[in-house]
């Protein structure tokens, strides 16, 4: 079976801190991976997705940035965070380019 | 723009009684539709896929008016477990940028 695994659950960090936060797929093979972003009172924001190895799509302007650097495993990175960078962020997987999406446990970030 | 739009709530429900919640979505353009649920703090998760006119599934039933450019969710014979943030997604195709998320209906069962 399937499972997606994200770290670290919990983040507290200062403002300018760079951000790091990984997320590995095991049990199928060139999935689709996301990264979404869920703030209070919001809904999900998709920031990435990756389609395959080194590609990576961008939704929204920002200082975040997003790695593939092996087939199921999906990194999200900063390098100076802002204080509206808090929030909740979701790795997902699907199969194919579909609604059906798989998340991880989610990573809680607390910009201060 | 694409949105998809859902009555926050909450929506407090005896345990035992039938609830209905709709999602309404502006683009006409979006083919499938999906229902997930999400607890507190924690990720969501997948409930229905609807690819057609419905989807039933045990006591949960979705349906799809295209016409009016609305799904609904019904849940019969609530359990406590129930209690949940139900995010409603409409897919206009095209790939990950095509899925538009709801903010969710809060849903409590109370005893």
């Known amino acids: 079976s399937q499972t997606i695994h994200q770290w670290p659950a919990t983040l507290v960090q200062p403002v300018g801190s760079p951000l790091s936060l990984e997320c590995t797929v095991e049990?199928?093979?060139?999935?689709?991976l996301y990264w979404y972003r869920q703030a209070a009172g919001r809904g999900l924001q998709l920031l990435f997705y990756s389609v395959g190895i080194g590609q990576i799509s961008s939704e929204v302007p920002q200082n975040l940035s997003a790695s593939r650097p092996q087939d199921r495993q999906f990194i999200l990175s900063s390098k100076k965070l802002l204080l509206s960078d808090s929030g909740f962020y979701l790795c997902a997987w699907s199969w194919g380019a579909n609604g059906e999406l798989f998340f991880g446990e989610g990573s809680r970030l607390t910009v201060l | 723009r694409k949105e998809v739009e859902q009555d926050p709530g909450p929506f407090n429900v005896p345990e035992g009684a039938t609830v209905a919640f709709n999602c309404t979505y502006s683009n006409s353009a979006s083919q499938s539709f999906f229902w997930y649920r999400q607890d507190c703090r924690k990720e969501p998760k997948l409930l229905m896929s609807v690819y057609s006119s419905g989807n039933e599934d045990g006591r949960f039933t979705a349906q799809l008016n295209r016409a009016s450019q609305y799904i609904s969710l019904l849940i019969r014979d609530s359990k406590l477990s129930d209690s949940a943030t139900y995010l409603c997604v409409a897919d206009s195709g095209g790939g990950a940028d095509g899925l538009t998320f709801g903010k969710g209906t809060h849903l409590i069962i109370q005893p």
């Open positions: 049990g199928t093979s060139n999935p689709n």
